[in-house]
């Protein structure tokens, strides 16, 4: 598909190396995670794929069609079967400051109160929904606020657009990660996901079953995304010979 776009995609085996760096970054850095649907949207706009540091896979397909055709990665989701625990849990043992960003307003207020049942001692200094009207308003905020940590939650492209504003305008380096949906899930249930699911590596088998908008994506998108995948990687393959 896109190559400097797969170029950027990393392993999940790497991300806490990755994690280490952006702490220790002058600058802020922008990690986001890609999946069929998220990949095609991404794509749309060359800023969403030259201004986020780092990319990596949130889900099997997507890491089974990139390895098909490139060096072999794992997957790296911001949920409980995957990095969002042990990031959390850095961030609340380093006492960063956290600014948590995304969903709607109710569902925002719940995932916080689920996640400060989880990491009671989360250095959480800023809360919105993440239907921002005044960009610079909200800037200003985060600059007096100084978060070392901002978490997004608005899904792609939106998120995405709204880091790099954050990378490109805040005063103070921050690490800038997006969550996707995994707001809105802790909004519900502090783990949202079954453990068997989790086990079973089946979490868009629950999200299909749960939410009409994932069953869309996954019948309708998901394999558009891989005929196109497959037809464009076999494509340049055949074109080096």
């Not at 994690?19 to 990690?31: L, N």
């Not at 800023?47 to 890491?63: E, K, M, T």
């Not at 899904?155 to 949906?181: D, W």
Request: proline residues 4%.
């Amino acid at each position: 598909m896109n190559k400097k776009l797969n170029s950027k995609i990393h392993s999940g085996d790497n991300f806490f190396t990755i994690q280490k760096s952006a702490f220790e970054s002058k600058e802020s850095t922008v990690i986001s995670f890609l999946n069929p649907f998220s990949y095609y949207e991404v794509v749309k706009e060359e800023s969403l794929i030259n201004d986020v540091d780092v990319y990596f896979s949130d889900g099997a397909l997507l890491c089974i069609l990139h390895n098909l055709f490139l060096p072999k990665i794992t997957r790296a989701s911001f949920d409980y079967s995957s990095i969002a625990e042990p990031f959390l849990r850095y961030v609340e043992l380093k006492n960063k400051r956290i600014a948590i960003i995304g969903a709607t307003s109710d569902e925002n207020f719940h995932a916080v109160t689920n996640l400060q049942k989880q990491f009671p001692n989360l250095n959480i200094v800023y809360q919105r929904d993440g239907y921002i009207n005044n960009l610079g308003e909200t800037i200003a905020e985060l600059d007096r606020l100084k978060p070392e940590v901002v978490l997004v939650g608005m899904g792609t492209p939106y998120q995405e657009r709204f880091s790099i504003n954050l990378k490109q305008q805040l005063n103070n380096p921050a690490v800038i990660i997006t969550c996707g949906g995994f707001l809105t899930q802790t909004s519900i249930k502090p783990d949202y996901y079954h453990p068997v699911v989790k086990k079973l590596g089946l979490r868009w088998l629950q999200r299909m079953i749960l939410h009409k908008h994932v069953r869309e994506r996954v019948l309708n998108k998901y394999p558009k995304f891989t005929v196109s995948y497959l037809y464009k990687m076999i494509g340049y393959k055949l074109a080096k010979k």
